[in-house]
């Protein structure tokens, strides 16, 4: 399993990007005001990909099921190819995914990290915080009760 610790800088910005809210991400990329100019390589399209899973996380490899995703790859004005894949049916997401993408391997990458994506990791920390909470307050503590006539 890959670690955040073992990502590139690009795979966890995508990462993040992936996962991110649609909606917030929407509002976070037109308060950016970046428009850049940009030409399709692939145009937003659905298609499915095979989920792969392991018994307890450790067992041997099998095919979970298909799950939904829209891909497309476009190249900005200045030739730097920008990849969105989400999970889902959303064109719109992939496309913006792709852009900032894109954008992140210029001499911008730093503003767009700053306004857009340290928001969206926030995010993600807080929706996995109450994700773990929830778990932690179904938590059952068992102990042995060893009885005995002495």
């Known amino acids: ?5 073992d990502q590139t800088p690009r795979q966890a910005w995508l990462s993040v990007l992936a996962t991110a ?21 692939r145009a937003p399209e ?11 996380g450790t067992g041997a490899p099998f095919n ?4 939904t995703v829209t891909r497309c790859a476009l190249t900005l004005s200045d030739g730097t190819v ?8 959303d064109k719109v997401k992939a496309e913006t995914v792709a852009l900032i993408d894109a954008l ?9 990290d700053e306004i857009i994506l340290v928001p969206l990791r ?8 109450v994700r773990a909470e929830k778990a932690a307050a179904t938590k059952v503590d068992f102990f042995t009760l060893v009885r005995g006539e002495d």
């Open 122 to 129: 926030k995010a993600r920390h807080a929706r996995k915080r």
């Open 46 to 56: 659905v298609g499915a990909v095979m989920t792969r899973a392991r018994m307890g």
């Open 21 to 41: 809210d649609a909606a917030q991400l929407q509002g976070l990329w037109r308060e950016s005001g970046f428009t850049p100019e940009f030409d399709w390589l």
């Open 82 to 89: 920008g990849h969105g894949y989400v999970q889902g049916r």
């Open 64 to 67: 979970l099921g298909e799950m």
């Open 104 to 112: 992140m391997q210029g001499s911008r990458a730093h503003i767009l």
């Open 1 to 5: 399993m890959t670690t955040a610790s």
